[in-house]
């Protein structure tokens, strides 16, 4: 039987056509005409009305930090359970943290956590966050519309972390229709390899500011002006999107619909199964409709992360991939000493979570190998 993997991306015909055509065209770096076409459509299928593309996630998070005005010593308060780079834009500015934990229902960040402990530093006279980034964990969205009416109390600048989400939106309630990364005052994406669409490597700014639009393409171009001389007004960033990668971002995006389609049917093929067992399935909120990144369980509780390594183990013994999710931040090394409001949840997440094969071209043949095999272990395993 041939090796089932975790996340691949689905590339074709129109891919290599764009990409191609940019080769051709001879502007094969930050230059061309697929850059700016990429950013036209793609604020128009998030409904921002700004976009600018940069050579990474991380990069288009760093911008925002940057443009939130975050100096050495400021504080910025950042969902706790996360990939570390939700964390690295902060720390590049040189900014100290408030990890937050999660919500049991959505494994985002606990808004209401977030809350009692602004007000505690407020009543205290602490240091209170000059950012809040809320990141949409694994294509989930997360709490925005509270964390916005949070930060206009405190006046605090809001970035959503999209990186895993782009799709996702919701279907009821104040931000009904808006898709995630254009409510805060800032967004960010992420087109990496195993994305639910991907440019290689790449990512995209949003804003509905033009002012703050216009200043994340200063600054992703090395804050160069228009001069004649090599003028720089600014330290900027190499943090352009270049045009090979763009065009292969717009044949993506036509197909984006599909791509997250796919996602929820496979979601829906592991929910109904794993249905009634003591696996734990992703989050399904109403009002919210997620695109399941990656699709994400947990393993029964008591055992943790023994029982999720063997699980792990047993599935990479018939050749289906698998990973585990992520260390809260609170366990990394580097930010041990970092302020935390909570954690347990997110130690939880981790502990138990395993990732399991969601490629969109992922067969039903192949999606129906995993789940027998997850739930033969789960009978040997007294479950």
Same mark, same amino acid.
């Given at each position: 039987?041939s090796?089932i993997?975790?996340a691949?991306?689905? /590339?074709?015909?129109?891919?290599?056509?764009l990409?191609?055509e940019?080769?051709?065209?001879?502007?094969?770096s =930050?230059?061309?005409?697929?850059?700016?076409?990429f950013e036209?459509?793609?604020?128009?299928?998030v409904?921002?009305k700004y976009?600018?593309?940069?050579?990474?996630?991380?990069?288009?998070?760093?911008?925002?930090m940057r443009?939130?005005?975050?100096?050495?010593?400021?504080l910025v308060?950042? =969902?706790?359970?996360?990939?570390?780079?939700?964390?690295?834009a902060?720390?590049?500015q040189?900014?100290?943290?408030?990890?937050?934990?999660?919500?049991?229902d959505?494994w985002?960040?606990?808004?209401d956590?977030?809350?009692?402990?602004?007000?505690?530093?407020?009543g205290?006279?602490?240091?209170?966050?000059k950012?809040?980034?809320?990141?949409?964990?694994?294509?989930?969205?997360a709490?925005?519309?509270a964390?916005?009416?949070?930060a206009?109390?405190?006046?605090?600048?809001?970035?959503?972390?999209?990186?895993?989400?782009?799709?996702?939106?919701?279907?009821?309630?104040?931000?009904?229709g808006?898709?995630v990364?254009?409510?805060?005052h800032? +967004?960010?994406?992420?087109f990496?390899?195993?994305k /639910?669409?991907?440019?290689?490597g790449?990512?995209m700014?949003?804003?509905?500011n033009?002012?703050l639009?216009?200043?994340?393409?200063?600054? =992703?171009?090395?804050?160069?002006?228009?001069?004649?001389g090599y003028?720089?007004?600014?330290?900027g960033?190499?943090?352009?999107?270049t045009?090979i990668?763009?065009a292969?971002?717009?044949a993506?995006?036509?197909?984006?619909?599909g791509?997250v389609?796919a996602?929820?049917e496979?979601?829906?093929?592991?929910?109904?199964?794993?249905?009634?067992?003591?696996?734990?399935?992703?989050?399904?909120l109403?009002?919210?409709?997620?695109?399941y990144?990656?699709?994400? /369980?947990?393993?029964?509780?008591?055992?943790?992360t023994e029982?999720r390594?063997?699980?792990?183990?047993?599935?990479?013994?018939v050749?289906?991939?698998s990973?585990s999710l992520?260390?809260?931040?609170h366990m990394?090394p580097?930010?041990k000493?970092?302020?935390?409001?909570?954690?347990?949840?997110?130690e939880?997440?981790f502990?138990?979570?395993?990732?399991?094969?969601?490629?969109?071209?992922l067969t039903?043949?192949?999606q129906?190998?995993?789940?027998?095999?997850?739930?033969e272990?789960?009978?040997?395993n +007294?479950?």
């Open positions: 039987m090796r993997p975790l691949i991306p689905n /590339i074709g015909a129109r891919e290599a056509e990409m191609n940019a080769i051709s065209s001879g502007f094969v =930050s230059v061309g005409r697929f850059v700016n076409e036209t459509r793609f604020a128009e299928y409904g921002a976009a600018v593309a940069c050579s990474s996630g991380t990069a288009a998070l760093h911008i925002a443009l939130a005005g975050v100096q050495p010593g400021d308060a950042v =969902s706790d359970f996360t990939f570390m780079a939700s964390s690295n902060a720390s590049y040189f900014a100290e943290l408030l990890l937050v934990d999660s919500r049991e959505s985002c960040m606990d808004v956590k977030l809350r009692t402990e602004l007000v505690r530093r407020r205290a006279g602490e240091k209170l966050p950012a809040i980034e809320i990141v949409h964990i694994l294509g989930q969205p709490d925005t519309a964390v916005m009416e949070l206009g109390e405190f006046g605090i600048i809001v970035i959503e972390d999209a990186a895993e989400a782009l799709g996702a939106t919701w279907t009821s309630g104040p931000l009904k808006r898709h990364g254009t409510v805060g800032m +967004g960010a994406y992420s990496n390899g195993n /639910i669409m991907t440019t290689g790449g990512g700014f949003t804003t509905d033009e002012d639009a216009i200043r994340a393409k200063h600054l =992703s171009t090395q804050a160069r002006t228009p001069d004649r003028l720089h007004d600014e330290i960033f190499n943090y352009r999107l045009n990668a763009a292969l971002g717009v993506q995006l036509e197909r984006l619909d791509f389609a996602k929820r496979i979601a829906m093929r592991y929910n109904e199964a794993f249905a009634g067992t003591a696996i734990q399935t992703p989050p399904t109403p009002g919210q409709e997620s695109t990144w990656l699709y994400s /369980i947990q393993v029964p509780a008591g055992r943790g029982a390594d063997e699980l792990q183990d047993f599935l990479a013994a050749d289906i991939e990973r992520w260390r809260p931040l990394q580097p930010l000493d970092e302020a935390l409001i909570g954690g347990s949840v997110g939880d997440l502990h138990r979570g395993l990732s399991l094969p969601c490629s969109t071209e039903a043949v192949e129906k190998r995993v789940i027998d095999r997850v739930l272990w789960l009978q040997l +007294g479950g």
